[in-house]
């Protein structure tokens, strides 16, 4: 189907990127063969890796790959959880790291033009020291923007202000074969024919390579304020947060934990959360321009939860105190991570959480295993962790992998399944890949899926970009 | 390329629908010919009206329209401005007009089910009985949804709330051919696949009927105030706009009139705007849950215009005073109508909407042309209004359309092509449909339309959908 690299092939990149940017060493390489997905498949290795230093690089490499018939795999930050910048066939893995300048802040607009290798960390500081802000935040700071607008990354604070999607006004994009194109803009509106900046946000870099962005930023908001919850029940807990929104709040974020990962991050951080009473926590954050308006906000939840089963109620108000509840908060999984066989990121209509969440502890029950969840109550988004370590007097207990695997498997698929009748997915923001599109099907209906392979077909003919993901 | 409606075909149809249902008298069919634009291409008639009940009987009609290889152009409310819903081709028009169920008021997700006949003015009344918003508000609320939809409608309220596009978070769709699919669902974050989803949004048609939606609406905000503010200049009044955002705040609508169209209004509607002083008059809505926090933000405005040469600040703050002020923005289309030849709906990054409007003047000038515009300062999509008339003496004079037609299309196409220097697009709100299609390369790179048309080809090879319409 495809072509191996040559030396002729070897030849033309180096013309194109420079000798210092193809690298074909074994260990130059092999860093270039998975993300952070836990259980990695083996023998993802790239034949080479190209890091371009412009759109017209990346051009002239997919003319070179068209016409060679080699797979491209784009590359970001390498952060992702579902195997997407890994490449399954060989070929060239387009590393996207030299691009990495913050090009412009255009004031007036309010959106900041980057290249796609610039990091979300570097974005922050960047726009910050402009006096702006950039609502989401999907974890690892390392992500780049062209990976987090394949994937269109998530994170926490969707509930109030979306996700990338919403973010992104315009784009460059290498299409299959070198051709550039800049769908978007500057615009808050546009109808001006198929709205194709959609559809390569979330398209996983298989229609195309995302070489720059056009990101909109806001207004800082002033004030922000941290409310830890316990409750002695996941269902307690999870049916707090219709009651939030019925008042007519809608939090920046609402999150539930459970104490059991709560005290495992404290102990990897020495850090302190500010209980530990209860089973599962609801962690939600409020933001506002006015601080009447933040207290009122924070007065309001508070009746509302402790009339209906909290056992407490913590604010944390001052900046200090806000930043040990967040970085707890942000590290669960790398906590938990040396014992993570998979982080599940269902997403389900938020009525469905305290039912799918049921599921969740039944299935762990039935098969003996330690499935510690955590997640985002405020738009659905839930992480469950399949462990292979059981919880037992406030420790991580490891568990031979080999001895549990099948159990794991069997509750992945009840639970992806339990999400789809829900009205859910699979994926809320960490994407398909390669680890999960042999569980697509279970997703989407035969339908859509056909529909999305004729598209592909139509825009990468030979299949050159990203070949054997999401279907 | 396309077959007539015979007589089998007409039996089928009535097998499907009921024979109340299909319209073939030239009486009854005449009124499916056009939309709301003025200057209606005579002649596309359609061969058969179908009123279908049912997604099924949509399925059943697409699918004989597929064996039988005629056209099919869905119908909404028929207040579209880009003629759309007018067959080119002859055919079947798909009317949605019995298709106008509201489903379902989901509370606990916020989340409204409708069908695509639904109209936006029984659809706010259903949501704001059940104590919800509806932020988006394109302009005629004789549109339905699966219109609005497939237009990706606006309105005043986008700066702040978005345009229908953030609204819906699911669809049914029914396929060229028959196939029904359910893209998106009652969920806040999807990395599933391609979003498809956003790919029907805004395709006008071309892809698929959409029969139902799932529509997002929130919280009503309790607190809401309009300004109006009078400046001496067009240049005045839009360089004030980013100094607002500047202050963190994000008013709900900033619209920007001039004074010759409001008196033209207020004779027409018999109602007061609250001053004539200056040109150009911006009216700023906010909102917000907390009368303190509106009155910091009125406030705070006031300030800022006023330094930066503002006449004067009025503030509506009945909920009488402002509704007038509303009724006669809403109406300016209305006033002036009898004497428009076309509404664009340009849209171009804010920061360039005062060069923007310096090219209109220079232009109108030039071609010795009265061109009123107003619009959406707050998101860049201004609608300059093609007349045959002359402004004299706070009166509409008739100029002969004959005589000044080559001049109003040089001016049209002088004004897209400025915009489109300036980083626009020729629809920001309206589509391209039928009278928007031959200028679409003056907005698009090449690349792009490629692209749709290859999209278009996969998903409907035989071009039964909407044809004749975007590109």
């Known amino acids: 189907m495809f072509n191996k690299i040559n030396d002729s092939i070897i030849k033309d990149l180096i013309a194109i990127c420079g000798q210092n940017n193809v690298l074909t060493c074994r260990e130059e390489i092999a860093g270039y063969s998975y993300d952070e997905y836990v259980n990695q498949l083996p023998g993802c290795v790239p034949e080479v890796v190209v890091r371009p230093g412009s759109t017209e690089e990346v051009s002239a490499i997919l ?53 796609a290798g610039l990091t979300l960390g570097e974005f922050i500081q960047a726009v910050e020291k402009e006096g702006f802000y950039f609502p989401p935040h999907p974890g690892d700071e390392g992500a780049m923007f062209g990976g987090m607008i394949a994937t269109n990354a998530g994170g926490s604070r969707a509930v109030k202000y979306g996700v990338i999607r919403n973010y992104i006004r315009g784009l460059e994009v290498v ?164 014992e993570t066989v998979d ?19 039944e299935v762990a029950q039935r098969y003996d295993l330690w499935l510690p969840s955590f997640g985002h109550a405020g738009d659905g988004n839930i992480h469950i962790h399949l462990m292979k370590a059981r919880y037992e007097k406030g420790q991580m207990v490891p568990v031979s992998y080999e001895e549990i695997k099948d159990r794991l498997e069997a509750a992945r698929q009840e639970l992806f399944k339990d999400a789809a009748a829900r009205g859910g997915v699979i994926s809320g923001e960490h994407g398909i890949g390669l680890y999960k599109k042999n569980y697509l099907s279970l997703s989407l209906e035969a339908g859509q899926i056909e529909m999305m392979k004729r598209i592909k077909q139509a825009l990468d003919p030979q299949g050159i970009l990203n070949p054997g993901k999401i279907f």
């Not at 068209?66 to 399954?88: F, H, Y």
């Not at 769908?183 to 709205?195: D, V, W």
């Open 63 to 115: 003319k070179l790959a068209e016409e060679n018939r080699v797979p491209v795999t784009p590359r970001g930050g390498g952060t992702g959880l579902a195997g997407g910048c890994v490449p399954v066939h060989g070929g060239i893995v387009l590393s996207m790291q030299r691009m990495n300048r913050f090009l412009e802040m255009d004031r007036k607009n309010q959106m900041a033009v980057v290249e």
């Open 175 to 338: 299409l299959s074969g070198g051709q550039v194109i800049h769908p978007g803009g500057k615009l808050i509106k546009n109808s001006t024919g198929y709205n194709l900046l959609h559809l390569f946000i979330g398209s996983e870099g298989t229609l195309g390579v995302i070489t720059r962005a056009i990101v909109q930023v806001m207004t800082r908001p002033t004030f922000l304020r941290t409310m830890v919850i316990p409750f002695n029940s996941i269902e307690q807990a999870i049916d707090n947060v219709p009651l939030i929104f019925e008042k007519g709040i809608v939090p920046m974020a609402v999150e539930f934990v459970g104490l059991d990962v709560i005290q495992l991050t404290e102990k990897h951080l020495n850090l302190n959360w500010p209980s530990h009473q209860g089973e599962v926590h609801l962690m939600v954050i409020v933001d506002s321009p006015s601080e009447d308006d933040l207290s009122r906000m924070t007065d309001q939840i508070a009746d509302v939860v402790l009339e209906n089963g909290a056992v407490d109620v913590f604010v944390a108000d001052t900046k200090a105190k806000q930043d040990e509840v967040l970085k707890i908060r942000s590290e669960i999984y790398e906590a938990i991570k040396k």
């Open 343 to 361: 982080i599940l990121d269902i997403c389900v209509p938020r009525s469905e959480i305290p039912g799918h969440m049921r599921k969740v502890q």
